[in-house]
């Protein structure tokens, strides 16, 4: 045994060794993120096409119009997958290669990519998984309104059949959204993300919407379901610590998590939304407009919770003149500083955030099977003289992050699984190609992958595990 290994690192590797059977390796991308090819076989533009071209809206003006070029070189990915035996894929469908008008019938060569995918998948024994909805929505939907409007809820359960229709003769796992909160917040409150809006109050009309078309998405798979499927949503979470005891602080964090869990969870297991929360927005004038029967669809039983974990903050109630509403009269939010070491993104590396996420969600939320449906982190990789990164730092956060996932198991949480994100250097939203999550590097120029320290650690882990 290496004699530097200090005890921390050691037992974090118990940790993972202890991970229980059965528990799924895999890897994680979305289709705007890697697949490029954006007009061909009658794809049309989604609002990531059309964001990419508003002028600073973009790191760099980087679009995905190229990206990794997946969609041509999808077998050559498959194959890499393979290699580094992983058993599990989990990658999105672009909504306008299926259905290029938002709404109609399905795209033949669109739908035929996808159907290609799982044959490629399966001929490789790696289990598909499939995500209808990584924020691509159709720019006609949006034309006609976006997630604000109670129709797009009904368009994306309409959509979602026609893949489901498709694929879930060989499809098994199935999420209908990824990130809610990104698509309504970053898309329609703070405008960072694809559309660009910045009003709040339609951003909790998108929230409500979402959920929705996810609950009429959930009920109508569940009917036509072939057989025993695994149908559920991926969430985005954190733990929102309060800086102090003051009643300001614990206030802040409760608002922080009301807003990034609890807006959701609720609904979806509890078929209510936070009173806390619901109060809180009424303080702005603001109404989930909720019709009779929606909270029935969005609480339709799902059989996995799809987890993606980052980083936590702290929470304060207080700006830095110790005062506690704003001049609109509006309670002070703010994060302070965990002062923990920093990825490429500048978040906070916070692996007990991601145990205590985890305990709360099965003692809050009890009998939900999750799986981390994405984990992971940027960092600046230096690429030797054959493209190889030893990206140690990485590695690291996969280490302290899968050790914080088998605490909160040995703690009672029920995690069946833990994808890593991501399979490919991509594009990385409004951050373009500069930030790199991949486990493979890729050089965009010559479009080479090449497997980093990371994968290979990954792949070990995987393989270790397999042979328990
Ligand atoms: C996310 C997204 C990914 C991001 C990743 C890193 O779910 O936020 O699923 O698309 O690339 O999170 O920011």
Not at 62 to 73: K, P, V
Not at 131 to 142: A, F
Not at 398 to 413: K, P, Y
């Amino acid at each position: 045994m290496n004699t530097t290994t200090v005890p921390t690192t050691l037992s974090e590797q118990q940790l993972i060794a202890g991970l229980p059977a059965g528990f799924r390796w895999g890897v994680a991308t979305s289709a705007y993120q890697i697949e490029g090819a954006i007009d061909v076989d009658g794809r049309t533009p989604s609002i990531w096409d059309t964001f990419c071209r508003v002028p600073g809206a973009i790191d760099n003006g980087d679009t995905g119009d190229i990206a990794c070029e997946h969609y041509t070189r999808m077998p050559a990915d498959v194959a890499l997958i393979k290699d580094l035996g992983l058993d599990t894929y989990r990658f999105s469908v672009s909504w306008t290669r299926i259905q290029p008008h938002g709404t109609g019938p399905v795209n033949p060569a669109g739908l035929a990519f996808y159907d290609r995918l799982v044959d490629e998948l399966l001929a490789q024994g790696i289990d598909p998984w499939v995500t209808l909805y990584h924020w691509d929505l159709p720019q006609e939907l949006e034309d006609a309104g976006g997630w604000p409007v109670r129709d797009t809820a009904y368009r994306f359960a309409d959509y979602s059949m026609l893949v489901f229709d498709a694929l879930s003769d060989r499809v098994d796992t199935w999420t209908t959204l990824n990130e809610p909160w990104c698509s309504a917040m970053l898309g329609y409150a703070y405008g960072a993300h694809a559309p660009g809006r910045q009003e709040f109050p339609a951003a909790v009309s998108a929230v409500h919407h979402l959920l929705l078309g996810h609950g009429l998405a959930t009920e109508r798979m569940r009917e036509a379901a072939p057989r025993k499927l695994d149908i559920g949503i991926t969430l985005n979470a954190a733990t929102a610590y309060p800086a102090s005891d003051a009643e300001p602080d614990l206030e802040a964090a409760r608002r922080a998590d009301g807003m990034g869990a609890r807006l959701y969870l609720d609904p979806l297991v509890h078929g209510r939304y936070p009173a806390d929360v619901i109060d809180d927005l009424a303080a702005q004038g603001i109404e989930i407009p909720v019709q009779e029967g929606d909270l029935a669809s969005i609480s339709t039983p799902i059989d996995v919770l799809g987890i993606n974990y980052y980083f936590s903050q702290k929470f304060t109630g207080f700006d830095e003149n110790g005062r506690t509403t704003d001049d609109d009269g509006l309670p002070i939010s703010r994060t302070l500083p965990l002062n923990k070491p920093r990825t490429a993104m500048d978040w906070e590396i916070v692996p007990e955030g991601f145990t205590d996420l985890l305990v709360r969600i099965s003692k809050d939320y009890p009998g939900l099977p999750m799986v981390v449906t994405e984990n992971g982190s940027a960092f600046q990789d230096v690429p030797d003289e054959n493209d190889y990164v030893a990206d140690a730092d990485r590695t690291a956060y996969f280490t302290s992050h899968l050790a914080a996932v088998a605490r909160a198991i040995n703690e009672g949480a029920d995690i069946r699984g833990y994808l890593a994100w991501s399979l490919l250097d991509n594009f990385e939203w409004a951050y373009g190609y500069d930030k790199r999550f991949g486990i493979v590097r890729v050089d965009y120029e010559s479009q080479a992958r090449t497997p980093k320290q990371s994968a290979l650690y990954l792949k070990e882990l995987a393989e270790q595990h397999r042979n328990l």
